[in-house]
């Protein structure tokens, strides 16, 4: 990231849950960050300043492609898609997913491998349990982790 720009928070909007939404519209007022939700239909924001949502054309990562095309090194990708997650790390920007977690160049490699291994399974028929269901303490640790990296990153004026 230079030093003339602010880092910007950008959001794989299409399944991202509504409690994450309305933890980054309330930080991205608080700390007039710039937050962008990238979606493949139209995502109400509020009328703030700082929230915008861009609307991309239906189909397979069009939304990832979107993000990926416009992060910055420095910026923060929300998300919970491992793939994409993997190519912000490349850019050297940074993805959160939504119950708290960084996705880093330590540990992407081995989530791509479970992910691409759950879904060999599921593709030969093997019933799999999906993700545990989103919880209060997964909202206060993404609260809480975003609260520290925009306290962290961005700019003092």
Not at 130 to 157: E, I, V, W, Y
Request: glycine content about 4%; charged content about 25%.
């Amino acid at each position: 990231m230079t030093d003339s720009r602010q880092v910007q928070v950008w959001v794989d909007a299409d399944a991202c849950p509504t409690p994450i939404k309305d933890i980054l519209f309330r930080a991205a007022e608080k700390r007039q960050v710039t937050c962008t939700l990238v979606a493949n239909r139209y995502i109400p924001v509020p009328q703030v300043a700082w929230l915008k949502s861009v609307q991309v054309p239906a189909g397979f990562d069009v939304a990832d492609d979107r993000i990926v095309e416009l992060i910055l090194p420095g910026d923060l990708v929300i998300t919970a898609d491992i793939p994409l997650a993997a190519k912000v790390v490349e850019k050297k920007a940074f993805a959160l997913n939504p119950r708290g977690t960084f996705y880093s160049e330590d540990n992407i490699r081995q989530r791509l491998t479970m992910r691409n291994f759950m879904e060999e399974l599921r593709a030969s028929g093997v019933q799999v349990g999906g993700p545990a269901t989103f919880s209060q303490q997964d909202r206060m640790a993404f609260a809480n982790t975003l609260d520290r990296f925009l306290t962290q990153h961005l700019k003092k004026t």
